[in-house]
Nanobody, 116 residues
């Protein structure tokens, strides 16, 4: 059974950092493209970062490039999103995603709030 479980969200002040984790099971995440999305209230879900495969290429949205980093721990089947220099506009629910055999899988999401 494919599962994606995010963790690591919380409240952080502007300029701060957080590291999100996406623990995967039911498949070998190192062999699959993995991505992070976010959805702010009243807005559509948007792609934040993509890692094609372990050791493969990465892509970032313009709004987070240079501040966020997607990485993997293949031994733990976990994908991370390191977020630095956070801004209030980064406030959203963050989701990890993968696609297997034409089916899209999402985690339950983790809330990130950037505020004083």
């Amino acid at each position: 059974q494919v599962q994606l479980v995010e963790s690591g969200g919380g409240l952080v002040q502007p300029g701060g950092s957080l590291r999100l984790s996406c623990a995967t099971s039911g498949f070998i995440s190192g062999l699959r493209a993995m991505s992070w999305y976010r959805q702010a209230p009243g807005k559509e879900r948007e792609l934040v970062a993509l890692s094609t495969t372990a050791g493969g290429s990465t892509t970032y949205s313009a709004s987070v490039k240079g501040r966020f980093t997607i990485s993997r721990d293949n031994y733990r089947n976990t994908v991370y999103l390191q977020m630095n220099k956070l801004k209030p506009e980064d406030t959203a629910v963050y989701y990890c995603r993968t696609d297997l055999s034409g089916v899209t899988y999402w985690g339950q999401g983790t809330q990130v709030t950037v505020s004083f």
